[in-house]
Protein backbone atom coordinates (compact mmCIF):
# COMPACT_ATOMS: atom_id res chain seq x y z
CA UNK A 1 0.00 0.00 0.00
CA UNK A 2 2.87 2.45 0.82
CA UNK A 3 4.35 2.05 -2.70
CA UNK A 4 0.72 2.81 -4.61
CA UNK A 5 0.52 5.78 -2.00
CA UNK A 6 3.73 7.18 -2.48
CA UNK A 7 3.05 6.48 -6.48
CA UNK A 8 -0.21 8.30 -6.16
CA UNK A 9 1.22 11.51 -4.43
CA UNK A 10 4.15 11.94 -6.78
CA UNK A 11 0.89 11.56 -9.55
CA UNK A 12 -0.64 14.85 -8.42
CA UNK A 13 2.85 16.63 -7.22
CA UNK A 14 4.15 15.76 -10.48
CA UNK A 15 1.05 17.50 -12.52
CA UNK A 16 -0.69 19.84 -12.19
CA UNK A 17 -3.78 19.13 -11.24
CA UNK A 18 -2.99 19.60 -7.25
CA UNK A 19 -1.29 22.69 -7.64
CA UNK A 20 -4.49 24.62 -9.74
CA UNK A 21 -6.90 23.18 -7.25
CA UNK A 22 -4.71 24.02 -3.97
CA UNK A 23 -3.95 27.61 -5.61
CA UNK A 24 -7.68 28.46 -6.29
CA UNK A 25 -8.64 27.29 -3.30
CA UNK A 26 -6.37 29.62 -1.52
CA UNK A 27 -7.51 32.11 -4.15
CA UNK A 28 -10.86 31.78 -3.56
CA UNK A 29 -10.56 31.66 0.30
CA UNK A 30 -8.65 35.32 0.41
CA UNK A 31 -11.13 36.54 -1.63
CA UNK A 32 -13.95 35.75 0.59
CA UNK A 33 -11.10 36.84 3.87
CA UNK A 34 -9.84 39.66 2.62
CA UNK A 35 -11.91 41.08 -0.28
CA UNK A 36 -15.73 40.74 -0.93
CA UNK A 37 -17.44 42.70 1.16
CA UNK A 38 -19.82 40.28 3.30
CA UNK A 39 -17.27 38.02 4.50
CA UNK A 40 -14.22 39.88 4.79
CA UNK A 41 -12.93 40.30 8.03
CA UNK A 42 -11.70 43.50 7.44
CA UNK A 43 -15.60 44.83 7.35
CA UNK A 44 -16.09 42.50 10.37
CA UNK A 45 -14.62 44.86 12.55
CA UNK A 46 -13.11 42.16 14.93
CA UNK A 47 -10.42 40.03 14.14
CA UNK A 48 -11.78 36.37 13.40
CA UNK A 49 -11.55 33.57 11.12
CA UNK A 50 -15.65 32.29 11.08
CA UNK A 51 -15.85 33.29 7.64
CA UNK A 52 -12.91 30.97 6.67
CA UNK A 53 -14.35 27.99 8.22
CA UNK A 54 -18.09 28.68 6.68
CA UNK A 55 -16.76 29.37 3.17
CA UNK A 56 -14.50 26.44 3.30
CA UNK A 57 -16.90 23.44 3.43
CA UNK A 58 -18.32 24.91 -0.03
CA UNK A 59 -15.37 25.39 -1.63
CA UNK A 60 -14.44 21.43 -0.54
CA UNK A 61 -17.58 20.50 -2.26
CA UNK A 62 -15.71 20.91 -5.74
CA UNK A 63 -12.03 21.25 -4.55
CA UNK A 64 -12.50 17.61 -3.47
CA UNK A 65 -14.07 15.95 -6.03
CA UNK A 66 -12.05 17.43 -8.73
CA UNK A 67 -8.96 16.12 -6.53
CA UNK A 68 -10.72 12.49 -6.53
CA UNK A 69 -12.38 12.00 -9.98
CA UNK A 70 -9.73 10.53 -11.47
CA UNK A 71 -8.41 8.04 -8.25
CA UNK A 72 -10.32 5.04 -10.09
CA UNK A 73 -12.34 6.52 -13.44
CA UNK A 74 -8.89 7.00 -15.07
CA UNK A 75 -7.58 3.49 -13.84
CA UNK A 76 -10.90 1.59 -15.26
CA UNK A 77 -10.86 3.88 -18.20
CA UNK A 78 -7.49 3.17 -19.62
CA UNK A 79 -7.50 -0.54 -18.34
CA UNK A 80 -4.78 0.07 -16.41
CA UNK A 81 -6.80 -1.51 -13.02
CA UNK A 82 -6.91 -5.25 -14.24
CA UNK A 83 -2.92 -4.67 -13.58
CA UNK A 84 -3.29 -2.65 -10.48
CA UNK A 85 -5.59 -6.02 -9.27
CA UNK A 86 -3.29 -8.55 -10.49
CA UNK A 87 -0.11 -6.88 -8.47
CA UNK A 88 0.36 -8.40 -4.64
CA UNK A 89 -2.70 -5.70 -3.59
CA UNK A 90 -5.41 -6.44 -1.69
CA UNK A 91 -8.27 -4.55 -2.63
CA UNK A 92 -8.09 -2.20 0.83
CA UNK A 93 -4.80 -1.70 0.15
CA UNK A 94 -5.92 -0.09 -3.17
CA UNK A 95 -8.92 1.77 -1.63
CA UNK A 96 -6.90 3.14 1.15
CA UNK A 97 -3.84 4.00 -0.89
CA UNK A 98 -5.58 6.18 -3.16
CA UNK A 99 -7.58 7.60 -0.03
CA UNK A 100 -4.84 8.57 1.86
CA UNK A 101 -2.86 10.20 -1.04
CA UNK A 102 -5.76 12.77 -2.06
CA UNK A 103 -6.10 13.23 1.96
CA UNK A 104 -2.34 14.13 1.72
CA UNK A 105 -3.19 16.77 -0.88
CA UNK A 106 -6.27 18.34 1.32
CA UNK A 107 -3.56 18.75 4.36
CA UNK A 108 -1.02 20.48 1.94
CA UNK A 109 -4.06 22.85 0.80
CA UNK A 110 -5.04 23.46 4.50
CA UNK A 111 -1.30 24.12 5.77
CA UNK A 112 -0.88 27.98 4.08
CA UNK A 113 -4.31 28.79 5.35
CA UNK A 114 -2.38 29.16 8.80
CA UNK A 115 -0.85 32.65 7.22
CA UNK A 116 -4.24 33.53 7.36
CA UNK A 117 -4.63 33.17 11.63
CA UNK A 118 -1.11 33.92 12.33
CA UNK A 119 -2.12 37.60 10.49
CA UNK A 120 -5.60 38.04 12.02
CA UNK A 121 -3.68 37.09 15.25
CA UNK A 122 -1.90 40.33 15.07
CA UNK A 123 -4.12 42.11 13.18
CA UNK A 124 -6.50 43.18 16.03
CA UNK A 125 -5.87 45.86 18.35
CA UNK A 126 -5.10 43.91 21.08
CA UNK A 127 -2.90 41.22 19.26
CA UNK A 128 -3.12 37.59 20.42
CA UNK A 129 -6.82 38.26 21.27
CA UNK A 130 -7.95 34.95 19.16
CA UNK A 131 -9.92 32.15 20.67
CA UNK A 132 -7.09 29.66 19.51
CA UNK A 133 -9.41 26.65 21.02
CA UNK A 134 -12.12 27.67 18.77
CA UNK A 135 -9.74 27.97 15.87
CA UNK A 136 -7.92 24.71 16.58
CA UNK A 137 -11.21 22.82 16.86
CA UNK A 138 -12.41 24.24 13.97
CA UNK A 139 -9.26 23.11 11.43
CA UNK A 140 -9.90 19.50 12.87
CA UNK A 141 -13.55 19.67 12.16
CA UNK A 142 -12.86 21.33 8.75
CA UNK A 143 -9.54 18.31 7.87
CA UNK A 144 -12.15 15.70 9.38
CA UNK A 145 -14.65 17.34 7.04
CA UNK A 146 -12.27 16.94 4.25
CA UNK A 147 -11.57 13.37 5.28
CA UNK A 148 -15.40 12.58 4.64
CA UNK A 149 -15.71 14.45 1.58
CA UNK A 150 -12.29 12.53 -0.03
CA UNK A 151 -14.13 9.31 0.70
CA UNK A 152 -17.08 10.42 -1.34
CA UNK A 153 -15.05 11.14 -3.92
CA UNK A 154 -13.42 8.07 -4.03
CA UNK A 155 -16.41 5.86 -4.14
CA UNK A 156 -17.71 8.43 -7.01
CA UNK A 157 -14.78 7.55 -8.76
CA UNK A 158 -15.07 3.67 -8.39
CA UNK A 159 -18.51 4.11 -9.70
CA UNK A 160 -18.03 5.28 -13.84
CA UNK A 161 -15.29 5.69 -16.14
CA UNK A 162 -15.92 8.93 -17.16
CA UNK A 163 -14.29 11.76 -14.55
CA UNK A 164 -17.18 14.59 -15.43
CA UNK A 165 -19.49 11.89 -14.20
CA UNK A 166 -17.24 10.83 -11.55
CA UNK A 167 -16.90 15.07 -10.58
CA UNK A 168 -20.66 15.66 -11.09
CA UNK A 169 -21.29 12.63 -8.68
CA UNK A 170 -18.97 13.65 -5.96
CA UNK A 171 -20.20 17.69 -5.52
CA UNK A 172 -23.69 16.32 -5.07
CA UNK A 173 -22.97 13.70 -2.56
CA UNK A 174 -20.76 15.96 -1.01
CA UNK A 175 -23.43 18.78 -0.93
CA UNK A 176 -26.50 16.66 -0.14
CA UNK A 177 -24.61 14.76 3.57
CA UNK A 178 -23.37 18.08 4.14
CA UNK A 179 -26.62 20.23 4.02
CA UNK A 180 -29.17 17.88 2.83
CA UNK A 181 -29.91 16.27 5.66
CA UNK A 182 -30.43 19.93 7.69
CA UNK A 183 -32.97 21.17 4.95
CA UNK A 184 -35.17 17.86 4.98
CA UNK A 185 -35.19 17.91 9.03
CA UNK A 186 -36.83 22.10 8.61
CA UNK A 187 -39.64 19.80 6.28
CA UNK A 188 -40.86 17.74 9.56
CA UNK A 189 -42.94 19.20 12.19
CA UNK A 190 -41.76 16.71 14.95
CA UNK A 191 -39.07 17.87 17.07
CA UNK A 192 -37.52 14.56 17.91
CA UNK A 193 -37.75 13.33 14.22
CA UNK A 194 -36.13 17.05 12.81
CA UNK A 195 -33.07 16.15 15.60
CA UNK A 196 -32.50 12.90 14.18
CA UNK A 197 -32.74 13.46 11.21
CA UNK A 198 -30.24 16.79 11.27
CA UNK A 199 -27.94 13.97 13.38
CA UNK A 200 -27.42 12.29 9.84
CA UNK A 201 -25.76 15.17 8.02
CA UNK A 202 -22.41 16.01 8.26
CA UNK A 203 -22.77 20.00 8.88
CA UNK A 204 -24.62 19.72 12.64
CA UNK A 205 -21.19 17.55 13.91
CA UNK A 206 -18.90 19.88 11.44
CA UNK A 207 -20.29 22.65 13.50
CA UNK A 208 -20.32 21.29 16.47
CA UNK A 209 -16.17 20.65 16.45
CA UNK A 210 -15.99 24.08 15.26
CA UNK A 211 -16.99 25.63 18.17
CA UNK A 212 -14.20 24.22 20.09
CA UNK A 213 -16.13 21.14 21.73
CA UNK A 214 -14.25 17.84 20.96
CA UNK A 215 -16.90 15.37 21.55
CA UNK A 216 -16.37 11.71 21.14
CA UNK A 217 -19.72 11.50 19.30
CA UNK A 218 -18.76 13.64 16.99
CA UNK A 219 -15.29 11.83 15.79
CA UNK A 220 -16.88 8.29 15.92
CA UNK A 221 -19.47 10.06 12.97
CA UNK A 222 -16.80 11.09 10.72
CA UNK A 223 -14.82 8.05 11.21
CA UNK A 224 -17.89 5.99 10.53
CA UNK A 225 -18.95 8.17 7.70
CA UNK A 226 -15.50 7.64 6.27
CA UNK A 227 -15.38 4.30 6.57
CA UNK A 228 -18.99 3.16 5.34
CA UNK A 229 -18.27 5.18 1.80
CA UNK A 230 -14.52 3.07 1.76
CA UNK A 231 -16.29 -0.18 2.74
CA UNK A 232 -18.34 0.38 0.03
CA UNK A 233 -15.86 1.79 -2.70
CA UNK A 234 -14.03 -1.76 -1.57
CA UNK A 235 -17.79 -3.25 -2.47
CA UNK A 236 -17.70 -1.77 -5.70
CA UNK A 237 -14.19 -2.73 -6.78
CA UNK A 238 -14.46 -6.41 -5.84
CA UNK A 239 -17.94 -6.38 -7.57
CA UNK A 240 -15.87 -5.95 -10.65
CA UNK A 241 -13.46 -8.47 -10.38
CA UNK A 242 -16.15 -11.17 -11.54
Known amino acids: ?3 LFKKEVNGYLSSLVAYITIGIFLLVMGLFLWVFPDSSILEYGYAGLDSLFNTAPYIFMFMIPALTMRALSEEQKEGTFELLATRPLTDWQIVLGKYFACLLIVFFALVPTLVY ?10 PGNVDTGAVIGSYLGLFLLGSAFVAIGIFASSITKNQIIAFAIGVF ?11 LSRLLTFQSIDAFIASIG ?13 DTRDLIYF ?7 LVVTKTVLGGRKW
Open 1 to 3: MLT
Open 117 to 126: YFTVYNLGTI
Open 173 to 183: LCFFTYIGFDS
Open 202 to 214: INEHYQSISRGVL
Open 223 to 229: LSFTGLF
